[in-house]
């Protein structure tokens, strides 16, 4: 069973309840921070562009896909320098037979 924590938020001007488990919580607030917002401002975003689920599973999701994100983006969009490429492995060098 997993214990999810209620929070009140304003979004809209209106003082509404969001149960969500600490972890998301959690992310919530470090997604937020990076993008200099609060995490009420960063729940009324989410809340704008949602389209079918209830506001906890979108948030759910919107934490997901965010750090889903982070893992399956090439290396050059996520520090804009891209990897360097290994250097070949060194060539073996073998003496001919009767040498």
Do not use: C
């Amino acid at each position: 069973m997993s214990l999810t924590i209620p929070r009140s938020v304003f979004i809209s001007g209106r003082k509404t309840s969001v149960r969500l488990e600490h972890a998301f919580w959690v992310a919530l607030q470090e997604i937020a921070d990076k993008r200099f917002m609060t995490v009420p401002g960063l729940i009324a975003t989410i809340e704008a562009e949602r389209k079918y689920q209830n506001r906890s599973s979108a948030l759910r999701l919107f934490v997901l896909e965010y750090y889903r994100s982070q893992v399956t983006d090439p290396p050059e969009t996520n520090s804009g320098i891209s990897a360097p490429n290994p250097p070949p492995p060194p060539a073996s060098r073998q003496e001919p037979p009767g040498s």
